[in-house]
């Protein structure tokens, strides 16, 4: 039995396998993400092609996210938001959206939204490829949560990316941050997902701390409509494992709940 919350994992070299996707979608995966800040195309076409392959072998429909870089700072340490830039959508990012819409993806997620603009800009590029796709606007900014009211009316949904935002205000305001954007996304009946370090021990270690389980179903409980997999999914030594896990936690967390109802993606 799978949760009513939405499980997004991100696709990577540690997924690359066709069976493990298949045994991640039988455990509880229901929408994959690609991360256009790493990878080439042709293995971005080749996780397309798997997912693909065996959604369609399962008789499940499993959305796929592309994930666009932004303007970003790469440091040795993780990366960072380039403050000098003038534009949201890179040079980069058009030819990776360009690949996104000649391979079908069902989902774009836009990098460093500050303002309801960013996605108005998006949209525009969209349609200079022949195709306009929905929109998950990444809150990673200070500038995104003095706009957040008119960013979750411009996109079609929203994504708490909660590493980038570590960096833009106190880390222990996250919490709090979180909560409101959830409650106004389902005010607003908009797709709500909470990401970053959600198992991020599970890059090593076959099981979560206590601590990351608690996580996860306090997002659950707060209303999330989905929870992601990032590097523990894309990179990590525990992929199946990871994905399992989340699904578990999503699922005990949703028994405590008197009228949990999901905006899906």
């Not at 993780?78 to 690949?99: A, C, P, Q, R, Y």
């Not at 990316?161 to 880390?171: K, Q």
């Not at 997002?219 to 409509?225: T, V």
Request: aromatic fraction near 4%; hydrophobic fraction near 40%; glycine fraction near 8%.
């Amino acid at each position: 039995m799978h949760s009513k919350a939405q499980i997004v994992a991100t696709i990577g070299p540690a997924t690359r396998e066709k069976e493990v996707v298949r045994k991640m979608i039988e455990n509880n995966m229901s929408i994959a993400r690609l991360n256009l800040s790493w990878g080439t195309y042709e293995e971005h076409a080749g996780y397309i092609k798997n997912i693909r392959e065996v959604a369609k072998e399962l008789g499940k429909k499993i959305p796929i996210i592309q994930d666009l870089s932004g303007p970003r700072i790469q440091e040795q340490l993780g990366h960072k938001f380039n403050e000098g830039v003038l534009e949201i959508i890179t040079e980069k990012d058009l030819v990776d959206l360009k690949f996104g819409i000649e391979q079908g993806v069902d989902y774009v997620a836009m990098s460093y939204v500050g303002s309801a603009g960013d996605i108005l800009k998006l949209r525009e590029k969209m349609k200079g490829f022949g195709k306009i796709i929905p929109i998950i606007a990444k809150i990673e900014r200070k500038s995104a949560l003095t706009n957040i009211d008119e960013i979750i009316g411009a996109t079609d949904s929203i994504m708490v990316a909660r590493g980038d935002l570590g960096n833009e205000i106190p880390v222990e305001q996250i919490p709090f941050v979180q909560k409101d954007i959830i409650d106004r996304c389902k005010k607003a009946g908009k797709p709500v997902i909470v990401a970053t370090q959600m198992m991020i021990s599970m890059m090593e270690n076959p099981e979560p701390t206590r601590a990351e389980v608690a996580d996860i179903s306090c997002a659950i409980s707060s209303g999330a409509d989905a929870v992601m997999l990032s590097e523990e999914t894309a990179i990590g030594k525990y992929p199946l494992q990871a994905v399992t896990m989340m699904g578990r936690v999503a699922r005990e967390a949703e028994k405590h709940l008197k009228d949990f109802k999901i905006n899906s993606l």
